[in-house]
């Protein structure tokens, strides 16, 4: 598809940028401490993480399949894996919005109006938010050092269950629409507009759903928050679990908070400062830092990039033809 060419130039963009923020923030901290550090780390511990991190992916694929399922989607498995693992090449772009990358290839490939693909892609940002500040707030509950300077962060969060639930709300999205009406792109676009907020409540919506997939959701990002604990273990600081879930979980929140690509800097100085908070040195707290973002946000992006060169004939052929027609624009 004509778009993931222009994503690809951003992505190496953003890599570069990521590359010389890392580069400053050793210099800061010095090479020699960090390198040795580094090569203490127990190379006994790098399976484990790696299960970590695919216990992430894979239960997030879970999700992906049961959204896609609770609005009557139904595409070839081989198709949905590859749409989805490939799209954490995007997870490097500003509040990951280029994971619509899903969506439009959904549309151009399989017929599935933006409508219900772009909605499917919200959700699950939703809930990984959710989810995420859940964890934050059970670990909050143990944290004996200070959060100066997290009580915004925190604040902005806790708005979001508030969403899910508006968002549910006939009488809600019916008043969202008639302000949408006023501006002259909603209107040409009302009746997707309207199939969008309705395939969203769908979403988000359910007694049973709704529990499960943020279980789901919980279990997906815990899998993470283990990989810091496992680090700091092996970088000598071992952290107790609570602690590094929290740590984990409010860096991933500032990172997302500041729409940042990637989270870059925002997650790692907030690992790295509540690290410090917790007792540990300046330099093993960016060790720790920098390997768990290792093990987590650039092994995803290794991921997505290995399944979009090995399908790219399929990512980047034209729309096609038998796919139109084949979805209405709403549910």
Known sequence: MNGARSWMGRIFAGVAVAILCYAVLV?????????????????RYLPLLLAFSLSNYGLRFLRWEILLRRLDVRIPLRDSAAIFFASFIMVITPGKVGEA???GFLWER??????????VVLAERLFDFLAVF????????????????????????????????????????????RRASRAAYFQRHQLGLTDALEALARLLGGRRALPAVLLLSCAAWAAECL???????????????????FIYAAGTLVGSLSFLPGGLGGTEGTII???TESGVAAATSVTIALVVRVATLWLALLIGLGVFLAFRRLFLAGRNPSAAGTSSPGL
């Open 110 to 119: 399989h017929g599935l109006s933006p409508a219900r693909g772009l909605p």
């Open 227 to 245: 990989s810091m604990w496992l680090v700091s273990r092996g970088c000598a600081a071992p952290l107790p679990l609570a602690d590094a879930i």
């Open 134 to 177: 859940l964890l934050a707030c059970g670990g909050l509950f143990f944290w004996h050092g200070t959060l100066s300077g997290m009580s915004t962060a925190i604040l902005i969060a806790s708005l979001l269950p508030l969403l899910l639930v508006v968002l549910r709300s006939t009488r809600v999205r019916s008043w969202l629409l």
């Open 273 to 275: 400062w509540l690290l």
């Open 101 to 103: 990358f899903k969506a």
């Open 27 to 43: 210099a800061l901290t010095g090479w020699r401490d960090l390198s040795r550090q580094l090569g203490a780390f127990p190379l």
